[in-house]
């Protein structure tokens, strides 16, 4: 598979924001589909973006929606998350995932392919 390598994590404020950053190796990046996770000590990773090939659909986690933009550069071999208005609850570590056609995009379990995962971090 694809891989992936997610930056741009950090420690910021209530209210700041954050651009994250997946950036993929190989020519066939821009036949992926790919999604956001996230994850938080001792629980499950939870779905939170994603995006089509083509840029025209994406899907948000409700609790994110009009906070957070996901968007990518194929050009670049680039997927961003864009994370707005942050909230303590959005502290965990954020994954990036990719593949190709999935039954249901929201489940971890049926992503192939990972990366490492970024830290972000917002205080009260």
């Known amino acids: 598979q694809v891989q992936l390598v997610e930056s741009g994590g950090g420690l910021v404020q209530a209210g700041g924001s954050l651009r994250l950053s997946c950036a993929a190796s190989g020519r066939s990046f821009s036949n992926y589909i790919v999604a956001w996770f996230r994850r938080v000590p001792g629980q499950e990773r939870e779905f939170v973006a994603f995006?089509?090939?083509?840029?025209?659909?994406?899907e948000y986690l409700e609790s994110v929606k009009g906070r957070f933009t996901i968007s990518r550069d194929n050009t670049r071999n680039t997927v961003y998350l864009q994370v707005n208005s942050l909230k303590p609850e959005d502290t965990a570590v954020y994954y990036c995932a990719a593949g190709l056609m999935k039954n249901d995009l929201r489940l971890d379990s049926e992503w192939d392919c990972w990366g490492q995962g970024t830290q972000v971090t917002i205080t009260s």
């Open positions: 995006i089509d090939w083509s840029s025209k659909v994406t």
